[in-house]
């Protein structure tokens, strides 16, 4: 969900977000917040959650992306500045010390041998609906022309008539919306800290430059790829957990090296 919401916000306001995964962290501990130091209740939790993290990622993209977002450099900058200021807020905030949110489905299903507890699955149907929910909206939806429009050529959709800046804020907003979806969802499964944005960042980077820039096909079909192969090290390596992230940016590293364009898109110096 993080790498196919930097995708879209990549595709369409050509923003390389270095910061994206920071929401994902800034969800979780506004949900912890809301939830458990507020006590409010899980539905109220997530709605104010969900609205508090648009608005943001809209006043980001607003006042501090779209004035610079020509210049590929400083967008990069920028966004690696915003999510370590991020994490140094919930630090002060927060502390350092480990924490965890409510799982909205506890238990587990024992399936054969294996043992899967219904927290996964219920993220991984999220994954699917969310999935199935931004293919709505690009091709089903009155919205889906105007972005694919801007995503294949701004100046072009400019010059039809097409809202270019709004289309660019109603990305933010999805790309978002998905990484407060993967908090709601994903965040519970572990543990949660302020440097939890570390590691999602270079999944990303790795699933974007792997499917190739601005390719959200790629990007989500890269993600799967890394999954497996990170859990199949973790599976059939002992004691290769703290591998993981190592993999990723090995095969970031070859991508980089041998395909720069990734599997369905363009490189940087080729973009449209």
């Known amino acids: 969900m993080l790498a196919l919401g930097f995708s879209l916000i990549l595709g369409v306001a050509r923003v390389l977000n270095l910061a994206h995964p920071a929401f994902y962290m800034l969800s979780a501990f506004t949900i912890y917040y809301l939830n458990q130091v507020l006590e409010l209740s899980l539905s109220a939790t997530y709605i104010l959650t969900l609205l508090f993290m648009v608005s943001l990622g809209i006043a980001v993209y607003q006042l501090i992306l779209a004035p610079v977002r020509a210049q590929t450099s400083t967008v990069l900058i920028l966004g690696l500045v915003l999510g370590i200021a991020a994490q140094e807020l919930m630090l002060i905030i927060f502390g350092g010390q480990f924490r965890s949110l409510v799982r909205l489905a506890p238990g587990t299903l024992q399936l054969g041998d294996a043992v899967i507890s219904n927290q996964h699955l219920l993220a991984l149907s999220a994954v699917l609906l969310s999935l199935l929910g931004v293919w709505f909206l690009l091709f089903k939806s009155k919205f889906g022309i105007p972005i694919r429009a801007v995503a294949q050529d701004r100046e072009v959709a400019n010059l039809m008539g097409i809202p270019e800046s709004r289309i660019a804020i109603l990305t933010m907003a999805v790309s978002v919306g998905l990484a ?17 944005w570390l590691h999602p960042l270079v999944i990303v980077l790795t699933a974007v430059i792997l499917g190739g820039l601005g390719s959200i096909k790629g990007s989500v079909i890269s993600a799967f790829m890394l999954a497996f192969i990170e859990v ?41």
């Open 232 to 272: 199949s090290l973790v599976f059939l390596v002992p004691g290769a957990a703290f591998l993981r992230g190592t993999v990723s940016m090995i095969v970031m590293l070859a991508v980089l090296m041998f395909k720069p364009e990734g599997l369905y898109g363009v490189f940087m110096e080729g973009e449209r």
């Open 180 to 196: 407060v979806i993967a908090a709601a969802m994903v965040a519970p499964l572990g543990v949660i800290d302020p440097l939890m």
